[in-house]
């Protein structure tokens, strides 16, 4: 199971870090993506980090890089999504997901992110 | 930058075969770009239909079976019902490491 949590409304400019509680897998070895999906519109892929053993880089969508920060407490069972300078277009549902060679086949219930001023 | 395009719509009978495809605008798409197919309903998560091109989760109906055709990924849906009526997304796998979703596709049952 996967639980985004920390959406909210904020300034563009501003950050904001989302959270995504991980059970039931072990999650140390799980490949995690976050994915969004603005308003009406369809979905996008953010960023994805391997796994700890899985020594490389975190990659990220161009939208986003240098903006957004992916990172993991392995003793949390945790995913991180760190946004900086928040902008307007950046207005989205949140997902977490993972996958065990299967594509991504577990999604979490999304994390709705506002950037407004 | 490469674009991943779908149909922006289709419209199919009750009982009908439809197949939304699935190109990239960098070439043919293959086994290697890992070819996935979800399912999304209003106000609801997507849902994971097909992946590695055309193999089912668990849960996927079997009147839904996906594949490569003509440089492009397919998703066939054989003996439509009524609440196949929703959008669905490919995504692909480009060289393992950047994954690009296309535009959707809007599949009205009628």
């Known amino acids: 199971k996967l639980v985004e949590s920390g959406g909210g409304l904020v300034k563009p400019g501003g950050s904001l870090r989302l959270s995504c509680a991980a059970s039931?897998?072990?999650?140390?070895?799980?490949?995690m993506t976050w994915i969004r999906q603005a308003p009406g519109k369809g979905l996008e892929w953010v960023g994805r980090?391997?796994?700890?053993?899985?020594?490389?880089?975190?990659d990220y969508a161009a939208p986003v890089k240098g903006r957004f920060t992916i990172s993991r407490d392995n003793s949390k069972n945790t995913l991180f999504l760190e946004m900086k300078n928040l902008k307007t277009e950046d207005t989205a549902v949140y997902y977490c997901?993972?996958?065990?060679?299967?594509?991504?086949?577990?999604w979490g219930q999304g994390a709705l992110v506002t950037v407004s001023s | 930058q490469t674009v991943v395009t779908q149909e922006p719509s289709l419209t199919v009978s009750p009982g009908g075969t439809v197949t939304l495809t699935c190109t990239s605008s960098?070439?043919?798409?293959?086994?290697?770009?890992?070819p996935n197919w979800f399912q999304q309903k209003p106000g609801q998560p997507p849902r994971p239909l097909i992946y590695?091109?055309?193999n089912k989760h668990s849960w996927t109906p079997a009147r839904f079976s996906g594949s490569l055709l003509g440089g492009k990924a397919t998703l066939t849906l054989s003996g439509v019902q009524p609440e196949d009526e929703a959008d669905y997304y490919c995504?692909?796998?480009?060289?393992?490491?950047?994954?690009?979703f296309g535009g959707g596709t809007k599949l009205t049952v009628l």
């Open positions: 039931g897998f072990t999650f140390s070895k799980a490949w």
């Open positions: 997901t993972t996958g065990a060679g299967d594509g991504e086949s577990l």
């Open positions: 960098s070439g043919p798409v293959t086994s290697g770009d890992y």
């Open positions: 995504l692909l796998y480009f060289g393992g490491v950047q994954l690009m």
């Open positions: 590695s091109t055309n």
């Open positions: 980090m391997r796994s700890t053993s899985n020594d490389g880089p975190i």
